[in-house]
């Protein structure tokens, strides 16, 4: 909203400048003949202002942009950071085989930094891969089968996380969205199968 306002500001002030400078300009065409360059000097000076605005709102524009880039690179670093934390965490249960108390606070503690970050659609899958966590986890013990169930679901909710990531990246890219969900898929079956 504040750019907003400077912009309308400066096109403002870029109308006035245009606006007083014709009719300054007329008025000097008919007062100031008898000397030279007269005409050329306010033409200098109503170039030189009107560069001036349209460099200032040119400039801020460039700067909201920069900004707005900016601020969409921290947040990507910090979604980045949270989805790599809560991998980093279900892999160490996954190689402890056990779920203390402990880990299920700190699960709590990463379910809420993934509220703040994640995309709806990464909140839906991470709902669906609680739910096979907290089944496969009930007697603190982790076996194959409920390795192999928490390993799927979390292969799905990769799926979405990378989505949210790198989503438009795909879109654009040489596969299709179906074709790079199924080999996320695969690769999670196959990695532990093997």
């Keep these: 909203m504040k750019t907003f306002r400077e912009n309308l500001i400066y096109l403002s002030l870029t109308a006035t400048v245009v606006v007083g400078g014709y009719a300054f300009l007329r008025y000097a065409y008919r007062v100031m003949d008898q000397m030279p ?28 942009v920069e900004l707005k880039k ?9 979604k980045s950071e949270i989805y790599m934390d809560f991998i980093s965490h279900i892999e160490q249960l996954m190689l ?24 709806p659609a990464v909140l839906e899958q991470y709902q669906q891969f609680l739910e096979v966590f907290n089944r496969s986890a009930r007697d603190a013990a982790l076996d194959r089968s409920e390795g192999s169930a928490i390993s799927t679901a979390l292969a799905e ?23 790079i969900n199924q080999q996320v ?9 093997g």
């Design 37 to 64: 360059f007269t005409q050329e000097i306010v033409l200098i000076i109503l170039g030189t202002v009107a560069t001036v605005l349209i460099t200032a709102m040119l400039l801020n524009k460039q700067t909201e």
């Design 70 to 78: 900016e601020q969409s690179i921290k947040f990507i670093e910090l």
């Design 96 to 119: 402890d085989k056990a779920v203390t108390e402990q880990d299920h606070v700190r699960l709590q503690f990463l379910t809420h930094k993934l509220a703040m970050v994640a995309s």
């Design 157 to 179: 909710l990769t799926v979405k996380i990378r989505q949210d990531l790198v989503g438009e990246l795909d879109q654009n890219g040489v596969y299709d969205l179906a074709t």
């Design 185 to 193: 898929m695969n690769n999670a079956r196959e990695s532990y199968n």
